[in-house]
């Protein structure tokens, strides 16, 4: 059974930063596109990051240039370096995994943002 499991939430002020990991039980980790996305209340997910198999990086327009995504296959993880942080970057931030039809979702951290 593939397993995503995330760590590194949590509550931090405005203007500091986190680390979020995620470990995915998979086989093959290094076939695997991944990704972060989020969920604040009451809006849908949406996409923060995204790193291919071959490393290359996509994020939202409202996160580039404070956070970073990047994998390192021999761990099986991936990371999200968030920076310079906002109260609108509250939110259950999910990691994901997907090649071709299979795409697994892990269960969720929550980072809040606040004074």
């Known amino acids: 059974q593939v397993q995503l499991v995330e760590s590194g939430g949590g509550l931090v002020q405005p203007g500091g930063s986190l680390r979020l990991s995620c470990a995915a039980s998979?086989?093959?980790?290094?076939?695997?596109?991944m990704g972060w996305y989020r969920q604040a209340p009451g809006k849908q997910r949406e996409l923060v990051a995204t790193?291919?198999?071959?490393?290359?990086?996509n994020y939202a327009d409202s996160v580039k240039g404070r956070f970073a995504i990047s994998r390192v296959n021999a761990k099986n993880t991936v990371y999200l370096q968030m920076n310079s942080l906002k109260p609108e970057d509250t939110a259950v931030y999910y990691c994901?995994?997907?090649?071709?039809?299979?795409?697994?979702w892990g269960q969720g951290t929550q980072v809040t943002v606040s004074s």
């Open positions: 994901n995994a997907n090649f071709l039809a299979r795409d697994y």
């Open positions: 998979l086989s093959i980790f290094n076939i695997y596109n």
């Open positions: 790193i291919t198999r071959g490393d290359n990086t």
